[in-house]
């Protein structure tokens, strides 16, 4: 229970607040506590790879949430790729957003969306914080990267659209993130507070139409930034900013759905003032559904609610800001009731929504890429396409730190327990420990690199330069967003899923790369 020496909060207030509330759990069990606040009016949770043991287990799981509180929102991070946590044990079989990109066909990166809408659906999630459309521009980006279908603006928003299309055809709501866009950081907002130094004309230009075109597409909901824009709003990061979230969002894109913060738990967010401080501003501020994060606890979601109470006691909160908030969270639950038949409202029979927007149909399952059109959009230097065959190679795979939003997920060609490249000798090492490794490789080996984000990674610039110094025939692939330079990505994938990463390998066969 909570520890907080304020008094409880009304039943009434303290139910408003909870409808804003979507917390993260630990286990793949729903705990006592979380059960109990979604009886209470808890808006919903937010899963994570370590809450999915099986696909039977996550059933389970959503039924439970559903029988506690059957209007919940049910959210998860899907973005059909690098990022997945419906297959966190062994990587996702998606493209990702990148190779889309670089494969340029609508259809099949509304089908790939729609893919992934319904196996969200069948397993009762009913909102995907996807897809991630922000603009990479900056290619030292450390958490956008592959997640992003690229750095042209325009190319960008219609795929964006295409993505929300696809997912909502299945009845499961978008999250167009991360508004008002991300890419233009070298700094991670998990654990910065990054900032974009640039004026409102150039955001209209490059990171606007991508959102712009999401919206029209029909986006149910948008996520916010933790970054800080100081040409707009010198004070305030984007999702404590009425000028960015109300000016900007609602005002000139005309967004009249859910603003859902980024995760409060992130340094961006919450590292100087704290979740409770940053939950009153994000509120303050017009976002309607907080996100707390990941293993959150009963006494953190407490906490959280007193803070709040506190805020609209004193006046620092507008108690009308809650109201505002639960009607644009009625009118989701709504319209989430009505595209999954057998789902009720819950608690909120008087709720009523606008119809749910109109999408093309999603394309035939057939128009999802397969491993050739993926091998299709991968950028080989013609160095490394000339040398990269025959036999006499030894893998070396550079296992790098993942950032947060990825986590420790299965990729590339080690996410199959079978195939071509890992069927070569391998010598694993990290960014730490290679210069203690590499020593017992035989010169005469030729070696192929596979790593992630090479370039902007010192250390694997280093090892590549040893291996280069020391053996007759060294490649780099690089499986994230590449750099320019050919010595450290001969051969760049766009991409680290289990279905690049098998891509890959059928490349490599092809090749007759062998030992």
């Keep these: 229970m909570s520890t907080a020496s304020s008094a ?65 929102l049910i959210a998860i991070d899907e973005e059909g790729g690098d990022v997945t946590r419906l297959y966190y044990d062994r990587g996702a079989p998606f493209p990702g957003n990148a190779v889309l990109g670089r494969l340029d066909d609508l259809d099949a990166t509304r ?8 196996e969200l659906r069948d397993a009762g999630v009913n909102l995907d914080f996807a897809p991630d459309v922000d603009v990479n521009s900056d290619p030292r980006n450390p958490v ?43 700094q991670d907002s998990h654990l910065s507070l990054p900032t974009v130094d640039v ?56 967004f009249t759905g ?50 709040i109470a506190e805020a609209v006691d004193s006046g620092e909160l507008e108690a009308s800001r809650l109201e505002d908030a639960s009607e644009r969270l009625d009118a989701l639950t709504a319209t989430l009731a009505a595209a999954q038949p057998g789902v009720r409202m819950g608690d909120r029979p008087e709720a009523t929504s606008e119809p749910a927007p109109t999408s093309p149909p999603a394309a035939e399952p057939d128009a999802r890429p397969d491993q050739d059109r993926i091998a299709g959009t991968f950028r080989v230097a013609p160095e490394a396409g000339d040398l990269l065959e025959g036999p006499g190679w030894l893998l070396v795979r550079v296992d790098t730190v993942a950032n947060i939003a990825v986590g420790e997920v299965p990729w590339g060609p080690f996410a199959a327990l079978e195939g071509s490249a890992t069927d070569l000798p391998m010598l694993a090492v ?13 010169e005469t080996a030729y070696v192929l690199v596979v ?37 450290y990505a001969g051969l760049a994938t ?19 790369v062998r030992a």
């Design 8 to 72: 409880a909060p009304p039943e009434a207030l303290r139910r408003s607040i909870l409808g804003t509330l979507l917390p993260g759990f630990e286990g793949p069990e729903l705990p006592e506590w979380v059960e109990r606040t979604l009886r209470e009016g808890l808006a919903g949770v937010c899963l994570f790879g370590e809450n999915i043991v099986s696909r039977e287990q996550l059933r389970a799981l959503t039924a439970a949430i559903r029988a506690a509180n059957p209007g919940a």
């Design 111 to 118: 089908a790939v969306a729609a893919a992934v809408g319904a």
């Design 144 to 186: 956008i990267g592959i997640r992003s279908f690229g750095s042209d603006p325009v190319l960008v928003a219609r795929h964006g659209a295409a993505w929300v299309q696809g997912l909502q055809a299945e009845g499961v709501a978008a999250s167009i993130k991360h508004f008002p866009g991300h890419g233009d950081t070298a």
């Design 199 to 254: 004026s409102v004309e150039l955001l209209r230009e490059r990171e606007l139409p991508p959102f712009a075109a999401a919206v029209a597409a029909g986006a149910l909901t948008v996520m916010t930034s933790h970054i800080l824009l100081p040409q707009i709003d010198p004070d305030n990061p984007a999702t404590f900013s009425p000028v960015i979230l109300n000016d900007l969002l609602r005002g000139e894109l005309g």
């Design 258 to 307: 859910v603003i859902v913060s980024d995760a409060l738990d992130m340094v961006g967010a919450s590292g100087v003032i704290g979740i409770p401080a940053a939950a009153v501003r994000a509120l303050a501020a017009g976002c309607d559904l907080l996100c707390i994060g990941t293993r959150n606890t009963e006494q953190q979601l407490e906490q959280i609610v007193v803070r």
């Design 430 to 442: 990290t960014e730490r420990d290679w210069r203690d490794r590499i020593a017992d490789i035989p």
């Design 451 to 487: 790593g992630k984000d090479n370039e902007r990674r010192p250390e694997v610039v280093a090892l590549i330069d040893a291996l280069r110094d020391r053996q007759r025939r060294v490649i780099a692939a690089d499986l994230g967003w590449p750099g320019e330079d050919p010595r």
């Design 494 to 512: 766009y991409g680290a899923s289990a279905l690049v990463g098998e891509a890959l390998a059928g490349y490599l066969e092809h090749k007759g």
